[in-house]
């Protein structure tokens, strides 16, 4: 009876051995799961991503590159791509990335002009072909004719002591509505007189001594 009663124990204290022995083990993988390496090591700045170019119609807040460092990488730049760089690129830059923001405007103005040169006229005096105006200045110069006429215009919205004169809205939307008032306030034209119908053209006489012009819906406006 007690050699039964020894062997029981030590087969029992085996099993407990065995057992602690399986739970220390999966507790320490757990806690190496657990806990972060006890040191990383530093981000390599290489790894850091390259400033982006600014936005074409954006200027620098920063040291910009002197025109003498307005070099590329590969190549030379001509004379008026300088002059549309300078002043424009950030340190530590690639002056051929912020010439690119340039060149895709005047390619935006092109493939505009080339299917509707309203279209392409009104991006321009709205801003939403940003940097067009130093873009054709200097990068597409075959593009000065939209230029000239973007240069005559204005959006819609209030415009304060307009020039007197006809106009025409660069818009063949039929909600475009105009007001033309004095300083006092009171209203001297206002159209169109006849709602529009699809694809109309759409002009407004400004009044000598208009103080305000304001539209809607026109998108933009040209000397008729």
């Known amino acids: 009876m007690y050699r039964r009663s ?3 124990a030590v087969l029992l204290a085996a099993a407990l051995t065995l057992t602690a022995c399986s739970s220390g083990g999966d507790d320490a993988d757990a806690d190496a799961k657990a806990k972060p390496p006890a040191s990383s090591a530093a981000p390599d700045p290489a790894d850091a991503p390259a400033p982006s170019a600014p936005a074409a119609d954006a200027k620098p807040t920063g040291p910009v590159l002197p025109d003498a460092k307005l070099t590329p990488k590969t190549g030379s730049f001509t004379a008026e791509e300088k002059k549309y760089l300078s002043g424009r690129v950030p340190e530590k830059m690639d002056p051929a990335a912020v010439l690119q923001t340039g060149q895709e405007a005047c390619q935006r103005v092109a493939r505009t002009a080339k299917r ?5 006229t009104g991006a321009v005096i709205t801003g939403e072909i940003a940097g067009a105006k130093d873009a054709i200045t200097h990068l597409c110069p075959d593009q ?6 973007a240069e005559k215009g204005f959006p819609e919205g209030p415009r304060q002591s307009p020039a007197a004169g006809n106009y025409r809205a660069l818009t063949q939307a039929t909600n475009c509505t105009w ?3 004095g300083k006092d306030g009171a209203v001297l034209a206002s159209g169109p007189e006849t709602p529009p119908k699809a694809g109309d053209k759409i002009t407004a006489t400004i009044p000598a001594g208009t103080a305000e012009f304001n539209s809607s819906g026109c998108y933009a406006w040209i000397p008729a």
């Open 6 to 8: 020894a062997a029981a």
């Open 116 to 120: 509707d040169k309203d279209a392409a």
């Open 144 to 149: 000065k004719p939209i230029l000239a006429a």
């Open 179 to 181: 007001e033309a008032k």
